[in-house]
């Protein structure tokens, strides 16, 4: 599993402490004071895993989240949040501008470490590459491309897996619980809540085209996912 990782943060000493946490964990560091230096790195060779502080100078962590979520060649990068805001708000903001994980300061490296690598866990592919297909809903597992009516949808790497998930387990009735086992992995620290915020996201790319009706609601038990809805 060790890959490049990528530490955007202001601070030199949070930089030395995760450098040190990374190579003991055989992973492969590579740093950056600021978004824009982030960016340059990127663009030069695309990281694993993107360590991404909240408050940066110049372009916060949030907006520069933002950007990479936009841009077709960066879109699927993990991106883990490093932040010293802890209400639940500023969390769900967080991850609503595309981050997969949420970590707040001060944290343990343990946990870092821990938290890394179940984040690059569940961004491996899918055990089946077989194209999925309900209706006019198409996703293939091989070129990580959706359509919905020839139409291609730009979703996130856990909207991806989430929306491969419900297609490959249609008609049933899904806990929160049973959807972070499947998408995000075993022995995750992820809230079951963060399954509501992706929900939400995989519903506003899938609203233009009508196929946000799939993704139902049951009250009190979870989701489910119909496409005689």
């Avoid at 989240?65 to 060649?73: G, K």
């Avoid at 209400?87 to 343990?108: C, H, I, Q, W, Y």
């Avoid at 079951?192 to 939400?200: A, S």
């Avoid at 519903?203 to 799939?214: A, E, F």
Wanted: charged letters at 30%; proline letters at 5%.
């Amino acid at each position: 599993m060790p890959g490049k990782i990528l530490v955007v943060d202001d601070e030199p000493a949070i930089r030395a402490m995760v450098r040190f946490a990374l190579k003991q964990a055989d992973f492969m560091c590579i740093e950056a004071s600021d978004a824009e230096e982030a960016q340059t790195m990127v663009l030069a060779d695309i990281p694993d895993l993107i360590l991404l502080d909240w408050m940066l100078p110049g372009i916060t962590g949030v907006d520069y989240a933002r950007r990479l979520r936009r841009e077709r060649l960066t879109q699927n990068i993990p991106i883990i949040m490093l932040t010293a805001r802890v209400d639940e708000e500023d969390k769900v903001r967080g991850l609503n501008t595309g981050a997969d994980d949420f970590m707040t300061k001060p944290f343990s490296p343990r946990e870092l470490i821990a938290r890394i690598k179940a984040v690059l866990r569940r961004m491996a592919p899918m055990t089946s590459d077989d194209v999925v297909a309900i209706a006019g809903l198409i996703l293939d597992p091989a070129t990580h491309k959706v359509l919905a009516d020839e139409e291609r949808l730009v979703l996130g790497p856990t909207e991806f897996r989430l929306l491969h998930f419900f297609m490959t387990h249609t008609e049933r009735v899904h806990s929160r619980e049973r959807v972070l086992d499947a998408v995000w992995g075993n022995n995750t620290y992820i809230d079951e809540r963060t399954v509501d915020v992706h929900i939400r996201r995989l519903r506003k790319v899938l609203t233009p085209s009508g196929y946000d009706r799939y993704v139902q609601t049951v009250r009190g038990v979870g989701y489910r996912f119909s496409g005689d809805a």
